[in-house]
């Protein structure tokens, strides 16, 4: 079995390298420069890694973007406030609060609190809901990103079984749900296992495509899957490794180079769907700002 690897990370730069000429178009025909406003609380070094990269994509793809960096102490009150600013600012198209938020503030308070038609993220319960009956909406970026992957690589999912590991509001819920719609580059039937079934295994091995969002090193081994097994990678786990100048390396969810020997394609870590989620935060931020410059 030819096992391929699928790179997440070409791809996302072809997706924003679209994003930067359409937004070169956007700005060219109708004066408008996508805006994106992030809001950071707390000095987490993740999540400052994170709007780093984001902010850098922001700039690489022409759009405009602010950064709102708040102390831990910060009230809820106070973020509530700054969405609210946000959200009657013309100019900024998409509302993104980096989570974690810190203890005292309620997270699900906050993502309502975004308005939907700014929520580049896809965490608004407005947008699930709409994503779940098939409506359109913003789609959550790393999900999305996996979707784009399958369709770039002419992953046919059609009729065919994902399964997906893992039920994650971010990742396994939404995945699955974007696979099942009755609708172009979906279609598929669709089995989610997770941490209380008895042996995931008994569904793994019934994949066509399996998507693997744990964060849990090894979830996967290569006894799990059968042959031809076209395999997505979600995880971003940091493990010792004395060889490396770091002391550590990234790995994913899966026992990749067991599983690579059976799969027909498998995305890397890192450089599988990592990349993709901020591409499609770039597409989602274009997106809105292509819909309120024509007022849809
Ligand atoms: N923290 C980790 N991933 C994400 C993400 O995709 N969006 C937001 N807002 N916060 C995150």
Redesign the pocket.
């Known amino acids: 079995m030819p096992n391929e690897i699928i790179d997440g990370k070409r791809i996302a730069q072809l997706i924003k390298d679209e994003v930067r000429e359409h937004s070169a178009a956007l700005r060219a025909r109708r004066d408008v420069v996508p805006g994106l406003a992030f809001m950071l609380v707390g000095e987490n070094p993740?999540?400052q890694s994170?709007v780093a990269s984001k902010e850098r994509a922001c700039e690489y793809c022409g759009f405009h973007s602010t950064t709102l960096r708040l102390p831990l102490e910060t009230s809820e009150a106070e973020v509530l406030g700054r969405i609210d600013t946000w959200n009657i600012d013309p100019d900024i198209h998409g509302i993104?609060?980096?989570?974690?938020l810190p203890k005292h503030i309620d997270e699900d308070r906050v993502i309502e609190a975004i308005s939907p038609r700014k929520d580049v993220?896809g965490?608004h319960p407005i947008n699930v809901g709409k994503l779940v009956i098939g409506q359109e909406c913003f789609l959550?970026?790393?999900p999305a990103g996996i979707q784009e992957l399958l369709i770039r690589s002419n992953v046919a999912t059609a009729g065919k079984h994902v399964v997906v590991v893992g039920r994650s509001n971010?990742v396994g819920k939404p995945i699955a749900n974007i696979l099942l719609q009755k609708a172009v580059g979906a279609n598929a039937v669709v089995t989610v296992t997770h941490s209380a079934a008895p042996d995931i295994a008994v569904y793994t091995r019934q994949a066509d495509i399996l998507i693997v969002a744990t964060g849990r090193v090894n979830t996967v081994t290569a006894d799990m899957v059968k042959e031809g097994v076209v395999v997505i990678d979600v995880g971003i786990n940091r493990i010792e490794d004395a060889d490396t100048a770091k002391g550590y390396r990234i790995v994913g969810d899966v026992d990749y180079e067991g599983v690579r020997q059976k799969s027909s394609l498998i995305t890397p870590v890192p450089g599988g769907v990592g990349p993709m989620?901020i591409a499609m935060?770039m597409k989602n931020t274009y997106q809105s700002a292509l819909r309120s410059a024509t007022q849809r």
Request: net charge negative; glycine share 0%.
């Open positions: 993740a999540s994170y993104l609060v980096q989570l974690p993220d965490f959550p970026c790393t971010i989620t935060l």
